[in-house]
């Protein structure tokens, strides 16, 4: 059984990441003009939609009272690098009725994670309002949505999520918060499989070698290390809607510096709410594509967003409101690299509103250059409409019967 077991972990990581990452995007401005016209498109819709908002992934759904009996349309409203995130789209419903974690290898039906582990896709929902206090990290397996809508639904006080060599993962309308290390142990990821864990990080959503995951509309806050961290050559995705709080180092994109499969990463950060009690790391990113577009910043103490190795960083409509201490007013990091290096990174900062003395370094080829072209085209909402793109920022309160 050890023996078996090692010999199926080294495949896994010898081969894993080619079985579910998805090629990137050759030109990802075509990507962040998509992004700009459906942002316009809801916005066009304004006059005729009384519950719209101008924000084109709210304005897919949440108009249907009906949302209830139609769940999965949820997985047609993405936008962005993780557009293609159809989680359990395809599969049954499945309802999750005990929120014990008992078992991390034998979980029960019923639970969370008997639901997350299984090898068909699958849409997942709660039965009622319930806290989640996972013993060991709930690893997913792929096509798998988690749906809170309609329960007021924790994942809190244990380890939290881990997406790690899978795709098509959907994590909608939860509350994640406290976040800890879970520990040496086996812990199951598929029905067929189990296998030994070391200690994990105690991020929210840890993103591993994934692709195609879409995390919307949760409240994150006071986890160990990152809300949400992408690295290992994660791609394909879109971190939207979400309520960020209390939290020293909010979101790493990037595994390390020497990493270069991260240069494939491709993510959108689209209408979340940076709220209080953040430190840095909105996001901090390595090598790839980041589009941030039209989200709201209200706190941080050193900075707001940061990268090294030369990522390329698109920052489009967002409101950034810098803290009242004189020495703390940039949003922006270059981090381990002088000058002469991170003034060829391609930062750019067009159409942001700046408050409070707020200030964002630009370097490389700039809002004119062929660079940011395709994307200069079609221009992100204004910044002033920021309140309303992220007013319904974080898990949502969905009643059945009523719009949500």
Same mark, same amino acid.
């Given at each position: ?24 995007v050759?030109?990802p ?28 992934? *709210?304005?897919?759904w ?18 962005g690098?993780g ?6 789209k395809?599969? $049954?419903?499945?309802?999750?009725? *005990?929120?014990k974690?008992d $078992? ?6 019923g ?12 849409w =997942?929902i ?11 990290e ?10 809170g ?6 994942i809190?006080?244990g380890?939290? =999520? ?15 918060? *406290? ?21 994990? *990080? ?5 993103i ?10 949760c409240?994150l806050?006071n ?14 995705i879109?971190?939207s ?8 180092k909010?979101?790493l994109?990037?595994?390390s ?41 209200t ?14 960083i ?40 700046m408050?409070?003395?707020?200030y ?13 072209a395709?994307a200069?085209?079609?221009g ?7 309140s309303s ?7 949502l ?8």
């Amino acid at each position: 059984m050890h023996f078996t077991f090692l010999f199926c972990l080294f495949i896994v990581l010898l081969v894993g990441p080619s079985f579910t990452l998805s090629s990137p995007v050759q030109d990802p401005e075509l990507v962040v003009h998509e992004v700009h016209k459906s942002i316009n498109a809801s916005r066009r819709k304004l006059s005729f939609l009384s519950c719209g908002t101008g924000n084109p992934i *709210d304005d897919c759904w949440r108009c249907d009272k009906n949302w209830e009996k139609n769940r999965q349309r949820l997985a047609d409203c993405a936008i962005g690098f993780g557009k293609n995130a159809i989680g359990g789209k395809n599969g $049954d419903i499945y309802v999750v009725t *005990d929120s014990k974690d008992d $078992d991390p290898v034998n979980p029960k039906p019923g639970t969370l994670r008997y639901g997350v582990i299984q090898d068909e896709p699958l849409w =997942i929902i709660f039965e009622r309002d319930m806290v989640i206090q996972l013993r060991e990290e709930l690893m997913m397996n792929s096509f798998k949505t988690i749906d809170g809508r309609g329960a007021s639904v924790h994942i809190a006080g244990g380890p939290c =999520i881990t997406i790690q060599y899978v795709t098509n993962i959907i994590i909608h309308g939860v509350n994640i918060h *406290d976040c800890k290390q879970g520990g040496n142990t086996n812990v199951r990821d598929s029905p067929g499989h189990y296998g030994y864990r070391t200690i994990s *990080d105690g991020d929210g959503v840890s993103i591993f070698g994934g692709s195609h995951v879409w995390v919307d509309h949760c409240s994150l806050s006071n986890c160990n290390d990152g809300l949400i961290d992408a690295i290992r050559g994660s791609t394909a995705i879109t971190i939207s809607n979400n309520y960020m709080t209390h939290h020293n180092k909010v979101m790493l994109l990037g595994h390390s510096d020497t990493f270069t499969q991260d240069k494939n990463m491709q993510v959108t950060i689209a209408f979340n709410h940076f709220g209080e009690g953040l430190v840095q790391r909105m996001p901090r990113c390595r090598h790839g594509y980041f589009h941030v577009v039209n989200n709201d910043y209200t706190h941080w103490e050193m900075y707001a967003i940061g990268g090294s190795a030369a990522p390329t960083i698109n920052s489009q409509g967002n409101r950034f409101l810098a803290p009242n201490g004189q020495f703390d007013k940039e949003v922006t990091k270059h981090e381990d690299a002088p000058e002469d290096e991170w003034r060829r990174w391609n930062w750019r900062s067009e159409g942001d509103l700046m408050l409070n003395g707020a200030y964002f370094t630009t370097s490389g080829a700039g809002a004119s250059s062929g660079s940011y072209a395709k994307a200069s085209s079609l221009g992100a909402r204004s910044s002033t409409m920021v309140s309303s793109l992220t007013g319904g920022a974080g898990a949502l309160i969905c009643r059945k019967g009523s719009k949500c």
